[in-house]
C-alpha cells in the first residue's frame, strides 16, 4: 500500500453489533470507509474484553481494504504470529503495554504487518522519538483506552501538533482514536492527523439493514477534517 496523508476515516467494529460482523464491515465500505479499525481488548491491559486473532481471521475475508488491529493486550509478543496470520495489514501494541516495546514493533514488521505504536492518554511523545524508526503508524489515544462512546481530551490536539512536527518527511500515519466526531475531527486533523477512528461516530444511527447512516456520519466526519486541511 502506498503511503500517503490524505485523511482516511476507520470506522471501529466495537460500535458493531457483534452477531454480525462480516456484514457490518461490509457495510461499512460500501458506504465509504477507507480503513476498518478492529479493537482487541483483554480485560487486563484494558478492563474490557473483546475478541482475538480467530475473529480477525473470520472478518478479513468480509473486508477489501486495510484491517487495522489495536491491541489493547499485555503481553503482546506471543499474539503477534497469530494476529499477522489473521490478514492484519496493521498491528498496533501500546507504548505501555510492557517494557520492550523496541523488540514488540520488530516483531511486528518481521511478521510482515505494518507496525504501529499508541499512545495513552497518560503517555508523553518523548520515548516516541527513539522508536520512529521502527513504526508505519503512531496512534493517539484522546480517551483512555477500553470503551467506546467517551468524551474526546481536548488537550490532546496539542500533543498532535507536536507529533507530526517530530515525523518531519517520514512516512508514518498520525491515526487518532477515541471521541473523533464532525466537532472533534478539524481539530485533530488540521493538527497533522490522517486516519480518524471512530467507533460511536460513525454507527449511530445505523444498522446492517439500514447502513445509510454509515455513510452520511462518513461523509459528515470526512467532510469536516478536508476543510481543517484546506
Ligand atoms: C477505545 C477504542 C476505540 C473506540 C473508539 O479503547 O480503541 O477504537 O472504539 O470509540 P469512539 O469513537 O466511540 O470513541
Ligand atoms: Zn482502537
Redesign the pocket.
Known amino acids: 500500500m502506498a503511503f500517503d496523508r490524505s485523511i482516511k476515516i476507520a470506522p ?1 467494529i ?1 460500535s458493531a453489533d457483534f452477531a454480525n460482523f462480516g456484514a457490518e464491515c461490509q457495510a461499512i465500505e460500501a458506504q465509504g470507509c477507507d480503513w476498518v ?1 478492529v ?1 482487541v481488548m483483554d480485560g487486563h491491559f484494558v478492563p474490557n474484553l473483546t475478541f482475538g486473532p480467530a475473529t480477525c481471521a473470520a472478518i478479513r475475508p468480509h473486508i477489501k481494504g486495510i484491517m487495522d488491529v ?1 491491541l ?1 493486550i499485555a503481553p503482546v509478543d506471543p499474539y503477534i504470529e497469530a494476529f499477522a496470520a489473521s490478514g492484519a495489514d496493521f498491528i498496533t501494541s501500546h507504548l505501555e503495554a510492557g517494557p520492550h516495546i523496541h523488540r514488540t514493533l520488530q516483531a511486528i514488521r518481521a511478521s510482515g504487518a505494518k507496525a504501529g505504536l ?1 499512545l495513552n492518554p497518560g503517555t508523553g511523545l518523548a520515548d516516541v522519538k527513539h522508536l520512529l524508526d521502527m513504526v508505519d503508524l503512531v ?1 493517539v ?1 484522546t480517551v483512555n ?1 477500553g470503551f467506546g462512546g467517551q468524551k474526546f481530551i481536548h488537550s490532546h490536539v496539542d500533543k498532535v501538533r507536536e507529533l507530526r512536527a517530530m515525523i518531519g518527511d517520514r512516512p508514518i500515519h498520525i491515526e487518532i ?2 471521541g473523533v466526531t464532525p466537532e472533534t475531527a478539524p481539530l485533530v486533523a488540521g493538527a497533522g492527523a490522517d486516519v480518524l ?1 471512530a ?1 460511536s461516530g460513525v454507527f449511530k444511527g445505523g444498522s446492517v439493514r439500514n447502513p445509510a447512516p454509515y455513510g452520511e456520519n462518513i461523509r459528515a466526519i470526512r467532510a469536516a477534517a478536508e476543510a481543517a486541511r484546506a
Open positions: 471501529s466495537l479499525h479493537d489495536h489493547m499508541a496512534c489515544m483506552p482514536d477515541g477512528v467507533g
